[in-house]
Nanobody, 114 residues
């Protein structure tokens, strides 16, 4: 059974930082691409960042230079380091892994507000 469990998000002030983690189980994690998405209220889910099985990364324009995705194939973890957070980063953040099928975590709320 595939499980993806995100860490708890939280409330962060503008300009602050937060690190999300996602623990994967039930799959050969190392061969999967891993992704972080987000969905703000009233908006469609959007891709934030991706890291491939060969550690190649790419980012949405709206987070480039502020967010960093990484992975640990020994611990079966994927991370999203978020710096210089802005109110518009407020959303539910989801991790996923993809090979021939995309598996999703349950999502975690991140709120950026003073």
């Amino acid at each position: 059974q595939v499980q993806l469990v995100e860490s708890r998000g939280g409330l962060v002030q503008p300009g602050g930082s937060l690190r999300l983690s996602c623990a994967a189980s039930g799959i050969a994690f190392g061969v999967y691409d891993a992704r972080w998405y987000r969905q703000a209220p009233g908006k469609q889910r959007e891709l934030v960042a991706q890291i491939t099985d060969t550690y190649s990364t790419n980012y949405a324009d709206f987070v480039t230079g502020r967010f960093t995705i990484s992975r640990d194939n020994v611990a079966n973890m994927v991370y999203l380091q978020m710096n210089n957070l802005k109110p518009e980063d407020t959303a539910i953040y989801y991790c996923s892994v993809y090979l021939d099928f995309e598996y999703w975590g349950q999502g975690t709320q991140v709120t950026v507000s003073s």
